[in-house]
């Protein structure tokens, strides 16, 4: 009996203690329910704000387009605004007929899905009252903290050298290339304007820009590999300033570029810019960080965020970063402080973690990308694609394949000398490879960062393509002429674009 009454004690005495945890465990959900309710109604002035953001990103479009704030509202309402080749309220039906793989501009979309899943941790919520000033507390235009997590995001890419380094913003990389055009041909000018050159394929943006900012202190002298070997023999070069890009990874094939003129001597004189917008892990091994005089980055193919229009350049000469300030300030006063803004939250979710998840995502994407293109290619005779060689990457500390931005893609045969042309015919929007400087008319360049569903479009046409390859003919257009001619003026008007 005594053995039973003690067991039937011990058995209250646990119905009391789970009673007493079942009844702590009510009051503290209670209690952080009535914290988090709290916190809710005490956002204030930012409630709505969020509300409307966290309204618009729920709007469903199936994957195949997104919804936006400052999009044109339907019935008050935003809606989607659908990727290439789908239509509807939602983006759900696909049409490929008459719509054509577009590969032609460099807008970095393949980053999106890593953004939409840290969602929380980049967003950036602006106050109507926002730094109103054109300047910063220290009469600068330029963020500290974001100047701060510029080096320090540099740090753990491990791509470039920032002791000792001037930090100058610019909209885009594209207005600090020619501010540092301009800086180098003002402190540099000799006799006559400087001679800026690039080496074929190049960047379009280094002639359009020099050209159209015509100027009595520079001007453009085309390929690099003219005045190689002329540079010391002719009387006119050796009394000339050269100025030259050296664009590394390059654009359009995606090689590692040094400068090929290089140097100074008694009577003239060679000052490089280094545009290193996809020296970055998801697009190159990173042998060693860039340690240039003159080196220039953009936020749109670093994050991906192209419309923001960020972009900074890291200047060893205290005179020639005064002299690109100077050119920046009087062409628009200034960055937007917005755009500071949001770069500064971007940066600090990639360097959340030292950048691993971040760069990991991007680099297995693009790589993933050019395997499943090089593969579709690979028993071809009619086209080709560049090769790069696998190297060390000190980010990932292992040797490590390639995983360009572009595909530089030819068309082998001699009778194909409009490339462009040939793959228009197949519905592959491309960029003609006589923009990039060349001549050869069998060179076109591929994006591959584009959205997913760009990118699996554009790979089902070149397997298409490669279908006919042994066809006498040529493959069947597939595009109406004038979505064929609305292509072809699309890629005309955006040859800005990296």
Same mark, same amino acid.
């Not at 759900?92 to 007929?97: C, F, G, I, R």
């Not at 998840?357 to 790589?367: L, N, S």
């Not at 076109?444 to 006498?472: A, C, G, N, P, W």
């Given at each position: 009996?005594?053995?039973?009454?003690?067991?039937?004690?011990?058995?209250?005495?646990?119905?009391?203690?789970?009673?007493?945890?079942?009844?702590?465990?009510?009051?503290?959900?209670?209690?952080?329910?009535?914290?988090?309710?709290?916190?809710?109604?005490?956002?204030?002035?930012?409630?709505?704000?969020?509300?409307?953001?966290?309204?618009?990103?729920?709007?469903?479009?199936?994957?195949?387009?997104?919804?936006?704030?400052?999009?044109?509202?339907?019935?008050?309402?935003?809606?989607?605004?659908?990727?290439?080749?789908?239509?509807?309220?939602?983006?759900?039906?696909?049409?490929?007929?008459?719509?054509?793989?577009?590969?032609?501009?460099?807008?970095?979309?393949?980053?999106?899905?890593?953004?939409?899943?840290?969602?929380?941790?980049?967003?950036?919520?602006?106050?109507?009252?926002?730094?109103?000033?054109?300047?910063?507390?220290?009469?600068?235009?330029?963020?500290?903290?974001?100047?701060?997590?510029?080096?320090?995001?540099?740090?753990?890419?491990?791509?470039?050298?920032?002791?000792?380094?001037?930090?100058?913003?610019?909209?885009?990389?594209?207005?600090?290339?020619?501010?540092?055009?301009?800086?180098?041909?003002?402190?540099?000018?000799?006799?006559?304007?400087?001679?800026?050159?690039?080496?074929?394929?190049?960047?379009?943006?280094?002639?359009?820009?020099?050209?159209?900012?015509?100027?009595?202190? /520079?001007?453009?002298?085309?390929?690099?590999?003219?005045?190689?070997?002329?540079?010391?023999?002719?009387?006119?070069?050796?009394?000339?300033? /050269?100025?030259?890009?050296?664009?590394?990874?390059?654009?359009?094939?995606?090689?590692?570029?040094? !400068?090929?003129?290089?140097?100074?001597?008694?009577?003239?004189?060679?000052?490089?810019?280094?545009?290193?917008?996809?020296?970055?892990?998801?697009?190159?091994?990173?042998?060693?960080?860039?340690?240039?005089?003159?080196?220039? /980055?953009?936020?749109?193919?670093?994050?991906?965020?192209?419309? !923001?229009?960020?972009?900074?350049?890291?200047?060893?000469?205290?005179?020639?970063?005064?002299?690109?300030?100077?050119?920046?300030?009087?062409?628009?006063?200034?960055?937007?402080?917005? !755009?500071?803004?949001?770069?500064?939250?971007?940066?600090?979710?990639?360097?959340?973690?030292?950048?691993?998840?971040?760069?990991?995502?991007?680099?297995?994407?693009?790589?993933?990308?050019?395997?499943?293109?090089?593969?579709?290619?690979?028993?071809?005779?009619?086209?080709?694609?560049?090769?790069?060689?696998?190297?060390?990457?000190? /980010?990932?500390?292992?040797?490590?394949?390639?995983?360009?931005?572009?595909?530089?893609?030819?068309?082998?045969?001699?009778?194909?000398?409009?490339?462009?042309?040939?793959?228009?015919?197949?519905?592959?929007?491309?960029?003609?490879?006589?923009?990039?400087?060349?001549?050869?008319?069998?060179?076109?360049?591929? !994006?591959?960062?584009?959205?997913?569903?760009?990118?699996?479009?554009?790979?089902?046409?070149?397997?298409?393509?490669?279908?006919?390859?042994?066809?006498?003919?040529?493959?069947?257009?597939?595009?109406?002429?004038?979505?064929?001619?609305?292509?072809?003026?699309?890629?005309?008007?955006?040859?800005?674009?990296?």
């Amino acid at each position: 009996m005594a053995m039973m009454r003690e067991k039937t004690g011990s058995k209250n005495n646990m119905r009391e203690i789970l009673g007493l945890c079942l009844v702590l465990s009510i009051f503290l959900n209670v209690q952080l329910i009535g914290v988090n309710r709290k916190l809710f109604y005490e956002l204030g002035w930012s409630r709505r704000a969020a509300e409307e953001a966290e309204a618009v990103a729920s709007i469903s479009c199936s994957g195949h387009g997104r919804a936006f704030l400052d999009g044109l509202p339907v019935e008050g309402k935003p809606v989607c605004e659908c990727f290439a080749c789908y239509t509807g309220p939602t983006c759900s039906v696909l049409s490929l007929d008459g719509c054509p793989a577009d590969a032609d501009s460099g807008n970095p979309i393949f980053l999106e899905p890593f953004w939409r899943k840290h969602a929380s941790s980049s967003a950036v919520l602006v106050a109507g009252w926002h730094r109103m000033g054109y300047a910063f507390e220290d009469q600068t235009s330029i963020s500290k903290e974001l100047e701060k997590y510029i080096r320090k995001v540099h740090a753990i890419a491990g791509n470039a050298v920032t002791d000792g380094k001037y930090i100058l913003f610019g909209a885009g990389s594209t207005q600090l290339l020619n501010a540092a055009v301009h800086a180098l041909s003002y402190h540099f000018n000799t006799s006559g304007p400087a001679r800026v050159v690039a080496s074929i394929p190049f960047y379009p943006v280094y002639q359009k820009q020099t050209d159209y900012f015509s100027s009595e202190n /520079f001007k453009f002298a085309g390929d690099t590999s003219l005045w190689k070997d002329n540079i010391s023999n002719s009387e006119d070069s050796r009394s000339s300033t /050269f100025i030259e890009f050296v664009t590394s990874p390059n654009n359009p094939d995606g090689q590692l570029k040094q !400068s090929v003129l290089g140097g100074t001597a008694e009577k003239w004189t060679v000052k490089t810019i280094h545009d290193h917008a996809y020296y970055w892990p998801h697009f190159t091994a990173i042998p060693a960080p860039a340690d240039e005089d003159h080196m220039i /980055f953009t936020l749109s193919k670093l994050t991906g965020h192209a419309g !923001s229009r960020f972009g900074w350049a890291l200047v060893k000469d205290e005179e020639l970063y005064n002299r690109m300030v100077e050119y920046v300030t009087l062409n628009v006063l200034g960055i937007s402080h917005d !755009s500071q803004l949001r770069a500064l939250q971007l940066l600090k979710a990639i360097t959340d973690g030292r950048g691993n998840e971040f760069f990991e995502f991007g680099y297995t994407t693009m790589r993933d990308r050019w395997e499943k293109l090089s593969r579709a290619l690979s028993s071809s005779r009619r086209f080709s694609i560049q090769e790069i060689p696998p190297l060390f990457c000190t /980010f990932f500390q292992q040797v490590r394949g390639p995983s360009p931005a572009y595909a530089w893609f030819k068309c082998n045969r001699e009778e194909d000398n409009d490339c462009y042309g040939v793959l228009r015919a197949a519905g592959i929007i491309s960029r003609n490879g006589s923009m990039f400087g060349n001549p050869d008319g069998r060179y076109v360049r591929l !994006s591959l960062i584009k959205s997913q569903d760009d990118f699996d479009l554009l790979l089902q046409r070149i397997q298409t393509l490669l279908s006919h390859e042994d066809d006498d003919n040529h493959p069947k257009t597939i595009c109406s002429r004038e979505l064929i001619a609305s292509s072809a003026n699309r890629s005309l008007r955006s040859t800005n674009i990296h």
